[in-house]
């Protein structure tokens, strides 16, 4: 059954793809109704979280940091509730499959300037330091392998990311295409959109959608706000409330993530370069 679902999914996808415009420009300003136009035409997955996305968004622009984050020895809050709620309402109202969705917010104030985080979330997509796109190969703390590429596709601030992790374990692989803008600037913030589109390769992701915000302080550090909702990676097995509880919905798991998040970009600062997880010459030969 799991497999036949796979299936009819990839051919969803593909149908939707090859009545697709890919040279639609993204828009300017990203708003709700423009982003989905945009995705739509694309033929692009869109998102069951795509709404809650955008409330998000459109609350923070307006709202202070949550007042966990200054009471936090690590200035970090990571709140898992909302996500957690919104999935339990789409699985029941049958907008989602049930048992295969992980999510959370989280906020920072991160000591560093705010371009720092900015290359730092690029090139977790696939951005070298310093370079108009290429490829990357981060360390992470499930998959053994992981090689993003990046395009700049639609002109500037409008990429294409390419992603590949794989040697999970027991976590099915994903291989998985994906559109990231960027909007705005140093003196005003920065927004990034991303979202799923279509699988490169065998992968068990259906959706995808994350708005990260990211805002210089008056004291030279980083207001960082993040969303994230993905979809495809079955914890049924373990049970619902199980899998909820340790995989889908982890507040110690996904804050040791943010944690490590910063660390790179403290390193980043001080180094000026991310450490890579590139496979050697003879992996690299062996693989051709």
């Known amino acids: 059954m799991k497999r036949l679902s796979l299936m009819l999914f990839a051919f969803a996808v593909t149908s939707a793809t090859a009545h697709a415009d890919m040279n639609t420009p993204p828009p300017v300003q990203v708003t709700r109704a423009a982003y989905n136009s945009w995705l ?6 869109q998102s069951a979280f795509t709404d809650h996305a955008f409330d998000w968004y459109e609350a923070q622009l307006k709202a202070g940091l949550p007042s966990q984050v200054s009471a936090d020895p690590d200035k ?3 709140n898992v509730d909302k996500a957690l709620a919104q999935t339990i309402d789409l699985e029941q109202s049958g ?24 290359e730092t979330k690029l090139f977790n997509w696939g951005k070298p330091v310093g370079k108009a796109e290429g490829d990357t190969y981060p360390y992470d703390t499930v998959f053994s392998n992981m090689h993003f590429t990046i395009k700049a596709r639609w002109g500037a601030g409008n990429y294409w990311s390419e992603t590949h992790q794989t040697g999970g374990g027991i976590v099915n692989d994903l291989n998985d295409n994906y559109s990231v803008l ?3 600037d140093a003196a005003h913030g920065y927004v990034m959109f991303i979202c799923f ?12 959608i994350s708005v990260i915000m990211m805002k210089a302080t008056s004291d030279g550090k980083t207001d960082y ?4 909702r993905q979809n495809g990676q079955s914890y049924k097995i373990f049970g619902i409330d199980f899998g909820r509880k340790n995989f889908g919905f982890n507040v110690s798991r996904d804050r040791q993530g943010v944690k490590a998040l910063v660390q790179t970009m403290v390193e980043l600062k001080t180094t000026g370069k991310i450490k890579e997880n590139r496979p050697n010459r003879e992996e690299l030969d062996w693989a051709r």
Do not use: C, K
């Open 225 to 228: 706000r993040q969303f994230v």
């Open 182 to 184: 960027l909007r705005g």
């Open 197 to 208: 589109h279509s699988p490169a390769g065998d992968s068990a992701t259906q959706s995808h």
């Open 76 to 78: 970090i809050y990571v």
């Open 40 to 45: 739509r035409a694309i033929g692009s997955n």
């Open 95 to 118: 907008d989602i499959e049930e048992g295969n969705t992980i999510g959370f917010d989280d906020y920072a104030i991160i000591d560093v300037p705010v371009g720092v985080p900015l």
